[in-house]
């Protein structure tokens, strides 16, 4: 769905769905179900992070033996 179409779904404008979108405001419960309604979905997937179609696990983190020695500070060093 096109954020235009979106926006006009829940009578929002354009702005005020971007923001929803982004995470920049929450909308108001009210408001919640009017968006699980256009999105066709129940309201509690709206608040199920653990899906990974909208949230792809990240890539894991390098391990000790893929990182990098850390340098040795200049002032420790023997002189």
């Known amino acids: 769905m096109k954020q235009a179409t979106f926006a006009d779904a829940i009578s929002l404008t354009l702005k005020q769905a971007g923001e929803i979108e982004r995470g920049n405001s929450f909308p108001k419960p009210e408001k919640l179900e009017i968006i699980a309604k256009a999105l ?11 899906k990974t179609r909208y949230f792809p696990t990240p890539p894991a983190m390098p391990t000790t033996e893929t990182r990098r020695p850390a340098k040795k500070s200049r002032r420790n060093q023997d002189i």
Do not use: Q, Y
């Open 40 to 50: 066709n979905v129940p309201l509690k997937e709206l608040f199920d992070f653990s």
